[in-house]
């Protein structure tokens, strides 16, 4: 029987505990601009929800 996998690209950012990226998918630059830290584009209203995430 065949077996089909069915990928679906998802955009991703790898951090480190102070928010610094070390690595992001290539998907995520379709979605947001270069950034070298998290929290420049995560809205500073919503970043205790990311905190609580993380």
């Known amino acids: 029987m065949d077996t089909m996998i069915t990928r679906i690209p998802v955009p991703y950012f790898q ?8 690595n992001s ?4 630059h379709s979605y947001f601009s270069a950034t070298s830290n998290i929290w420049n584009i995560i809205h500073q209203e919503d970043r205790d929800k ?5």
């Open 15 to 22: 951090i480190d505990q102070e928010g610094t990226t070390l």
């Open 25 to 28: 998918s290539n998907t995520t």
């Open 50 to 54: 990311a905190i609580l995430m993380l």
